[in-house]
């Protein structure tokens, strides 16, 4: 079977930016959601990669307004699979909600077609039973501005067919990812395994008092040479995205710092709508955050 018909679930910040960068590479996309309102923002998105995919990758403004030709947005779960070939799921990171979709998704989804999750903290295992086709399903988690930081980790649970895995593997490398096949399920992924560490080393330092935001940034910049610190990157990746993480591993572990962590994000930013960039203010102000400033290592 050759891929050509793609279906994205979610349009929110990654939703959106898989729907638009598969179809950008040719492929007819159907993206998802559960209400209109949300399907239009997803319309004004479009229009705002299309200057950033002209400046980042030297794309041309004609292949860009093809690839927007080749989206169709739909409320209608079984109308937006009725001929898909594969489907990437970036619905909310929570355990039920994505069981509850599954359960309604594999009853309406052709046989031929393949589900693909872009969880970042949980495992297709932990609801491979509920999509009906466990051998057919499998993660693909790309990461947040995905035309420049192109990399697609492909993880696979014990269930899942080998030559499925393959076959979601080269899709990947057609719309211009770098891949990283996993073969074992690992919470966080390869990414994530290496990114949650050092982002909470960063949380940990500021929750503690240890030293200010742009202190933590300022010596990491320094030393290693990295346009960001681990807190500009938590402003980046969204104090949600780093909640939800938090809340995630405290329920998997049980251990108490996660909670603290957890209960710390959310009383300090969770609940302020301090989200990062996304409402203008995480750990710096946004728009021209300090950390952007010519003289910030000096």
Same mark, same amino acid.
């Given at each position: ?6 279906? #994205? ?10 729907? !638009? *960068? ?5 492929? &007819?996309?159907?993206? !998802? ?13 479009? $229009? ?18 093809? =690839? ?20 990437? $799921? ?24 393949? !589900? ?11 609801? =491979? ?11 693909? *988690? ?8 192109? #990399? ?11 030559? #499925? ?6 899709? =990947? ?90 209960? !710390?994000?959310?009383? &300090? ?18 728009? &021209?955050? =300090?950390?952007?400033? #010519?003289?910030?290592?000096?």
């Amino acid at each position: 079977m050759k891929i050509k018909n793609v279906t #994205v679930f979610g349009s929110g910040v990654l939703g959106a930016q898989i729907a !638009f *960068h598969t179809a950008y590479h040719g492929y &007819n996309v159907t993206l !998802f959601d559960i209400s209109d309102e949300l399907l239009k923002n997803a319309k004004l998105k479009f $229009e705002q990669f299309k200057p950033m995919y002209q400046q980042d990758i030297n794309a041309a403004l004609l292949d860009l307004e093809a =690839a927007v030709s080749r989206i169709s947005l739909t409320t209608d779960l079984a109308e937006s699979v009725k001929d898909a070939d594969l489907t990437i $799921e970036a619905i909310p990171e929570n355990i039920q909600i994505k069981k509850d979709f599954y359960t309604k998704l594999g009853i309406v989804a052709p046989a031929k077609t393949i !589900f693909c999750t872009n969880s970042s903290t949980l495992l297709p295992s932990q609801f =491979a039973a509920e999509t009906g086709r466990p051998e057919r399903f499998l993660a693909l *988690h790309f990461a947040n501005y995905l035309w420049k930081n192109n #990399v697609a980790e492909i993880m696979s649970h014990s269930g899942t067919d080998p030559e #499925v895995f393959e076959k979601v593997v080269q899709f =990947a490398k057609t719309i211009g990812m770098l891949t990283i096949p996993i073969y074992k399920e690992q919470p966080g992924y390869v990414m994530n395994s290496l990114l949650v560490p050092w982002l909470i080393a960063g949380l940990d330092l500021y929750r503690n008092g240890i030293a200010d935001a742009s202190s933590i940034d300022k010596t990491w910049m320094k030393t290693v040479g990295a346009d960001l610190g681990p807190m500009a990157m938590a402003d980046l990746v969204g104090m949600t995205t780093a909640y939800n993480v938090s809340k995630s591993y405290a329920e998997l572990t049980g251990e108490e710092i996660w909670k603290e962590r957890r209960d !710390f994000l959310k009383e &300090n930013f969770i609940d302020q709508n301090k989200l990062g960039i996304s409402t203008g203010e995480g750990f710096y102000t946004y728009p &021209n955050p =300090a950390y952007q400033a #010519v003289d910030f290592l000096k």
